[in-house]
């Protein structure tokens, strides 16, 4: 069945502008964030040389380094290390897909195969946890330890989100307390510490500083929701990621929350059977991803799961008041449309 789906939107016909547009401002930095991540694969033994390649040095986005050069070069904060510590953050990141990819059994990222897939489960554990112990190594030989600290305790939440959506896999008594508790953890701590370090190094006043790391923080929200909303409706094509890889692996978002609620006792129990028989091996045709996801859509389960990474983006944006007008503050108001609208 090849039903063409609509996501519903309140401001979708605008799109979002480019992250090349937004990053303008750090565009030189990030250049050299990009350098630092390519030159991994250079420094890595042979035997690492090729899985360097396949992932930290081919990066993505660069969203968290991203938050990090524009909060510091708001502040005017320039230091020799600067970009190294971008690189760590952005390293970090990295790291964790890479071991998220062998939990979440999946062949493609960024639209190339993804290390689990091409290397294997055991050298992609082994060069996740070299890359992380070597970001943290890093972080440590920054002279200012509050560096290593907020990384290492960002790491640990990443780690606990990660354990306790895992634990929570095909639970479909989940709350939306508990989601919101797990994507703060395993998404959100991240983009908070991104942010959190950037006006730590500035030496930023603590009541602006608070107000950027809730920025951080909702900003995460809002990109995991809409990461759980593309995993439903995106396009491999733009995503570079394989779709219903959440309902193959019994992920329970947003979206599934929201339908479940409304949904009688027997049909939960028919879901549960379905999610169960993983991988894919849904007894089609009595049930397809695609109807499954027309009954998500026509049940406004898809709407109100957006109009919350709406709200949350609006929240983010109002964190940014207190800043001056300037092309960074500017960026970063832009930042919270783009995570809102990506399509990949
Ligand atoms: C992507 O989620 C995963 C994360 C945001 C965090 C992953 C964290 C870990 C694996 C813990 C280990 C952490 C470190 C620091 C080594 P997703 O599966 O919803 O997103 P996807 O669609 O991009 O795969
Ligand atoms: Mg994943």
Redesign the pocket.
């Known amino acids: 069945m090849n039903r063409s789906l609509s996501l519903p939107t309140a401001d979708r016909h605008q799109p979002a502008l480019s992250l090349s547009v937004i990053f303008a401002p750090i565009q030189t930095e990030l250049a050299q964030v990009e350098r630092q991540l390519f030159n991994w694969a250079k420094a890595s033994s042979p035997a690492l040389r090729d899985i360097a390649r396949q992932t930290v040095s081919r990066p993505g986005k660069l969203i968290r380094p991203g938050l990090f050069l524009l909060i510091t070069g708001y502040f005017g904060y320039d230091n020799k290390d600067k970009i190294k510590i971008a690189a760590t953050i952005e390293a970090?990141?990295s790291?964790?897909?890479?071991?998220?990819?062998?939990?979440?059994s999946?062949a493609l990222?960024r639209g190339q195969a993804t290390a689990f897939k091409a290397f294997g489960p055991e050298f992609s554990l082994l060069f996740?946890?070299y890359?992380?112990i070597k970001?943290i190594g890093r972080a440590l030989e920054f002279k200012n330890n509050k560096i290593a600290e907020i990384l290492a305790e960002?790491?640990?939440q990443?780690?606990e989100?990660?354990?306790e959506?895992l634990a929570q896999s095909f639970n479909l008594e989940l709350t939306e307390k508990a989601y919101f508790k797990i994507?703060g953890k395993?998404?959100a701590s991240?983009f908070q510490a991104s942010c959190r370090l950037a006006s730590e190094l500035a030496g930023t006043p603590a009541e602006i500083k608070s107000e950027l790391e809730t920025y951080g923080f909702n900003l995460g929200l809002v990109f995991?929701i809409v990461?759980?909303l593309?995993?439903l409706k995106g396009e491999t094509r733009e995503?570079g990621?394989s779709r219903f890889?959440?309902l193959r692996?019994g992920?329970i978002?947003l979206p599934l929350i929201r339908a479940i609620k409304t949904w009688p006792e027997e049909q939960k129990k028919k879901v549960a059977g379905w999610l169960k028989r993983r991988h894919g091996e849904w007894p089609e045709p009595v049930v397809s991803f695609n109807d499954f996801l027309l009954e998500l859509e026509t049940g406004g389960a898809l709407g109100s799961s957006l109009k919350t990474a709406e709200k949350l983006a609006e929240r983010a944006k109002a964190c940014l008041a207190k800043l001056e007008a300037s092309p960074y503050q500017e960026s970063l108001i832009k930042l919270t449309e783009f995570v809102l609208k990506r399509e990949k």
């Open positions: 970090i990141h790291a964790s897909l890479i071991h998220d990819d062998i939990i979440d999946s990222r996740g946890d890359l992380f970001s960002a790491s640990g990443m780690i989100g990660e354990i959506e994507i395993k998404t991240l995991q990461d759980d593309l995993d995503t990621k890889s959440d692996e992920r978002t």
